[in-house]
């Protein structure tokens, strides 16, 4: 057996062996809006390290486990905190929580991140609906071996975010009243952020919101078969966009401002989801 295909079954089966739930929707929750996964109607809580083998996030603020619950009746998973590549995981691990979210029914991977914006027009604090992406700089996670119980050996790519889903985000932001820019996200390895010169290419390459997540995620669900959508909180402008030097911590406060305004729009378009699936 594949030995990335026996590591996500044996995580699975460990997870079966704790929890009994189905989700319909999964939720990977990024930097500073991990909070929302305590606001549901919470069944169940399974930390990462009590899954046999599961890679566990060592990014401070990112709690590192899975709740299980209901979203206004609708039941989902999140994950609260996110393994990233730049934490020394192979990308096979990096995808591995998405994947098994997939084997656990989930049918939606709705992603969201923390992300710096490189489009002139946005500011801190905006939210951004992803509409594509540009994952060239990083691993691609199929890279290997093709796991046919996956997926296809070459996967589309045409519409990674769901065309009918980002309808649905852009009519649950309207109905709230909740400003929502839209643009295309460019994953990087990070950990380092990026020089003005960097920020300045992926502008060129025609990327509104760069991160360190998310791009990696999108493939892996693509290939399964899941339905995508995504926000990035543009938690500041980009490296040489302003004389503010950049931070983690600037980052975690941007989102906690806005946090109020996410957690309404995730939970809206959640119930809106369910009712197209």
Known sequence: MNQVYEKLMKCYESVKEKIDFKPEIALILGSGLGDYGDSIQIEATLDYKEIEGFPVSTVKGHKGRFIFGYVDGVPVVCMQGRVHYYEGYPM???VLPTRLMK????KVLFLTNAAGGVNYNFSAGDLMMITDQIASFIPNPLIGENIEELGTRFPDMSEIYDKELREVLRKSAEELGVKLQEGTYLQLTGPSFESPHEVRMCRILGADAVGMSTANEAIAANHMGMKICG??????LGCGMSDE????????ETADRVAGQFKELVSRAIVEIHKIL
Request: hydrophobic residues 40%; negative net charge.
């Open 245 to 252: 030097p950049l931070s983690h911590e600037e980052v975690q």
């Open 103 to 106: 084997l656990m029914g989930a």
């Open 231 to 236: 926000i990035s909180c543009i938690s500041n």
């Open 92 to 94: 096979t691990d990096v």
